[in-house]
């Protein structure tokens, strides 16, 4: 059974107060908290194996390679990717992302399209304005309506012969809107032979992954967000496409041989991974990995959706109280404004006097703000240890902050 108290128990940072209040920690959609299992992981690490990984013949390198791999294999079956080479360790969805953009360029001539949509993060849309900068290519973009939700006739008129890549979140981070990827990916087979990649940095903390299922090219996520440490991620990518494209960066772990006249580039996963990994971060993304299936994704699935559904329907009580993609089909954010304020750090600012940490700002989706004629917003977002009870503490506390700044 699915006990709320037993799974808070876990996370020691949620007995803290802030500004003498209790924590009510209502930013997982920037970053998750750690469950204490996670960090136990990672601070064995550093006290018992700590030693390089996979150029060591001695026996902490050894230990710390066999766990650093075990974490990878966890992974492999956890977004169900066909083999464990496919999985490639990075420091997030950021550098994922522009990995992909970096190796995907000789692929790449003038004219030729890449097609993202409005709800992207900037993570996903700067590394392909980059990329069309070097090649020549132009961007695409699928618009959306007032409800944050993407028009899809739209993008049948915009895929032709010079779609090569299409590139999407699964979750928006700033509005938790839940987007098509299985429609697009097949609208995208059907039509074209483009690489097709899906960001799924909010989706990965919230519901089942099946990168086979899904036939994406391309996937990437961050373990922060998903109850990891900062600093760790994954790019999926497909055995035949990793193996053609080139490598990104330069250096050890990432060669076969190397001489002044010629270098040699190492099989998958090490490809793709040149200098010293973050071996502790990457064996807790392995404990978060264990966490979340103990877990449950129904129980996380069917806990965070009932916080949402709740804190929407208690905010829009509030007179003059507009959410964004208040309508669409969304998991994990509500994104708010109050009418007559027009700053929305302001409201931020009061919560976070009562102990409430939100986001507020752009969100790193300015074209969204663009869209909305906002300057931000205030972002609540959930995870499975949040409470209806915190969310009651949130809207009390709206309340104040429209009181106080009106």
Same mark, same amino acid.
């Given at each position: ?11 020691? =940072? ?20 750690? &469950? ?8 064995? !690490? @550093?006290?018992?194996? $700590? ?28 977004? +169900? ?20 953009? !970096? ?75 839940? +987007? ?14 483009? !690489? ?50 080139? &490598? ?23 490809? @793709?991974?040149?200098?010293? &990994?973050?071996?502790?971060? +990457? ?26 559904? @709740? ?17 669409? $089909? ?10 007559? =304020? ?27 703000? +663009? ?13 499975? !240890? ?21």
């Amino acid at each position: 059974m699915f006990d709320i108290q037993e799974i808070r128990s876990q996370f020691s =940072i949620l007995n803290r107060k802030v500004n003498g209040k209790p924590l009510v920690y209502l930013d997982n959609a920037a970053t998750s908290q750690k &469950p204490d299992s996670v960090l136990k992981v990672w601070d064995a !690490y @550093y006290k018992e194996l $700590n030693a390089n990984v996979h150029r060591g013949i001695h026996t902490l390198s050894q230990l710390a390679t066999e766990e650093m791999e075990l974490s990878r294999r966890k992974i492999q079956k956890f977004i +169900n990717a066909k083999y464990d080479f496919e999985v490639i360790f990075t420091k997030g969805t950021t550098e994922g992302l522009n990995l992909i953009s !970096y190796i995907l360029t000789r692929k790449l001539k003038k004219d030729d399209e890449i097609i993202i949509s409005y709800l992207e993060h900037h993570s996903n849309i700067v590394p392909w304005q980059l990329l069309c900068e070097r090649t020549g290519a132009r961007l695409k973009v699928i618009p959306m309506d007032e409800n944050g939700v993407l028009q899809m006739d739209v993008f049948d008129t915009l895929l032709n012969e010079r779609t090569k890549i299409v590139s999407m979140n699964q979750v928006s981070n700033a509005l938790g809107v839940i +987007n098509p990827v299985e429609e697009i990916i097949a609208k995208t087979r059907k039509n074209t032979d483009a !690489y097709i990649v899906i960001d799924g940095a909010q989706s990965v903390p919230h519901f089942t992954i099946d990168v086979q299922a899904m036939d994406c090219d391309f996937f990437v996520f961050s373990g922060h967000k998903m109850y990891a440490p900062m600093g760790t991620g994954i790019l999926y990518g497909k055995q035949e496409i990793l193996e053609e494209l080139p &490598p990104f960066h330069g250096g050890g772990e990432m060669i076969a041989t190397c001489s002044f006249e010629e270098t040699t580039y190492a099989g998958l996963p090490f490809k @793709y991974e040149a200098g010293t &990994p973050n071996v502790g971060g +990457n064996i807790a993304l392995g404990a978060a990995v264990d966490f979340i299936l103990e877990t449950g994704h129904e129980n996380i699935r069917t806990h965070e959706n009932a916080l949402l559904e @709740y804190a929407q329907r208690q905010l829009l009580e509030i007179e003059g109280l507009k959410v964004y993609g208040e309508k669409a $089909n969304r998991t994990g954010v509500v994104s708010f404004n109050l009418e007559g =304020i027009g700053i929305a750090s302001d409201v931020g600012m009061i919560l976070d006097k009562l102990g409430i940490a939100v986001r507020t700002g752009h969100h790193c989706t300015q074209p969204i703000m +663009n869209f909305f004629n906002i300057a931000g917003t205030v972002r609540a977002s959930f995870a499975v !240890y949040n409470t209806f009870n915190e969310i009651d503490v949130l809207v009390e506390g709206v309340k104040k902050a429209q009181k106080m700044l009106g």
